[in-house]
């Protein structure tokens, strides 16, 4: 197969394969969201027994105006530092990735870029998929949703980096 096909089947791999993330730790295992794997919704499992979390579990990825200004509403009432703390309190020092996309194929690394901050050394296992998003707004909420999804998990990570307690073998940097 020439290069230029296994890019297309990889491309291809990836915008079909089912979006779906699992934690892997034992703490983190037994609380992950319902909505995680549905498409297009993340794990807000961070967020710990917050009350918002079943909004946004119930309101993630429809593409339903209504739908959306309600997650946006549950959003809204959310403090990204005082999760972070919260969360850095509990022992949970996953981080809050935005991907697009699906998970790569089999035999493909995952490289992480995180909101907020960089990391060396960061593993699938470190994060928790946060939000699936995308460059591709088809109405202002969708818009104002993607962006607001971004901003959290930015605020987010440079609170949780600058936790004590957070790993320091990961090597990242807030800011």
Same mark, same amino acid.
């Given at each position: 197969?020439?290069?230029?096909?296994?890019?297309?089947?990889?491309?291809?791999?990836? +915008?079909? #394969?089912?979006? !779906? *993330?699992?934690?892997?730790?034992? +703490?983190? #295992?037994?609380? !992950? *969201?319902?909505?995680?794997?549905?498409?297009?919704?993340?794990?807000? *499992?961070?967020?710990?027994?917050?009350?918002?979390?079943?909004?946004?579990?119930?309101?993630?990825?429809t593409i339903d105006e209504a739908d959306q200004k309600a997650f946006l509403s549950a959003l809204a009432r959310l403090d990204p530092v005082a999760q972070a703390r919260a969360a850095a309190q509990r022992g949970d020092f996953r981080l809050a990735a935005v991907v697009g996309g699906g998970p790569?194929?089999?035999?493909?690394?995952?490289?992480?870029?995180?909101?907020?901050?960089?990391?060396?050394a960061i593993e699938d296992r470190d994060v928790a998929i946060w939000f699936h998003g995308t460059d591709a707004f088809y109405s202002a909420t969708h818009s104002q949703l993607n962006h607001g999804m971004v901003d959290f998990a930015e605020q987010y990570n440079t609170t949780l980096m600058r936790e004590p307690g957070f790993p320091a073998a990961r090597g990242c940097h807030a800011g």
């Open positions: 197969m020439n290069k230029c096909l296994r890019i297309q089947y990889i491309c291809l791999v990836l +915008a079909m #394969a089912p979006i !779906v *993330s699992h934690a892997t730790d034992a +703490a983190a #295992a037994e609380t !992950v *969201s319902p909505g995680a794997g549905r498409p297009n919704c993340g794990d807000y *499992s961070i967020l710990g027994p917050h009350p918002v979390r079943p909004l946004l579990e119930k309101h993630c990825g790569p194929p089999p035999g493909l690394k995952r490289f992480w870029s995180v909101q907020g901050g960089q990391c060396e």
